[in-house]
């Protein structure tokens, strides 16, 4: 089992800047995959960035190039670092800790994007 408390969402104007925090309860190198999902309102919940145990990510093609996950085992930490903000952005940012066996999910971090 673990747990994962978000961090770092806010209010930004698009263009801007956020990094996002996800501190997990255990050593993430324990993780089989570590994550970044959102879900805007009204919509479904969706796969932003990946990045697995062995160090390899993917992201959503809406995101490629603004978006970069990395992580911090000493902290048993990762990121999402959000650069050039756009309102489509907005939603809400989950954690997420698949474990083969099990997800875990953290509570949520709003972004919410301004024109």
């Known amino acids: 089992q673990v747990q994962l408390v978000e961090s770092g969402g806010g209010l930004v104007q698009a263009g801007g800047s956020l990094r996002l925090s996800c501190v997990a309860s255990?050593?993430?190198?324990?993780?089989?995959?570590m994550g970044w999902y959102r879900q805007a309102p009204g919509k479904e919940r969706e796969s932003v960035a990946v990045?697995?145990?062995?160090?390899?990510?993917n992201y959503a093609q809406s995101v490629k190039g603004r978006f970069t996950i990395s992580r911090d085992s000493s902290k048993n930490t990762i990121y999402l670092q959000m650069n050039s903000l756009k309102p489509e952005d907005t939603g809400v940012y989950y954690c997420?800790?698949?474990?083969?066996?099990?997800?875990?999910w953290g509570q949520g971090t709003q972004v919410t994007v301004s024109s």
């Open positions: 990045i697995t145990v062995g160090g390899s990510t």
């Open positions: 255990r050593n993430i190198f324990s993780i089989y995959v």
């Open positions: 997420n800790a698949d474990m083969r066996q099990n997800n875990f």
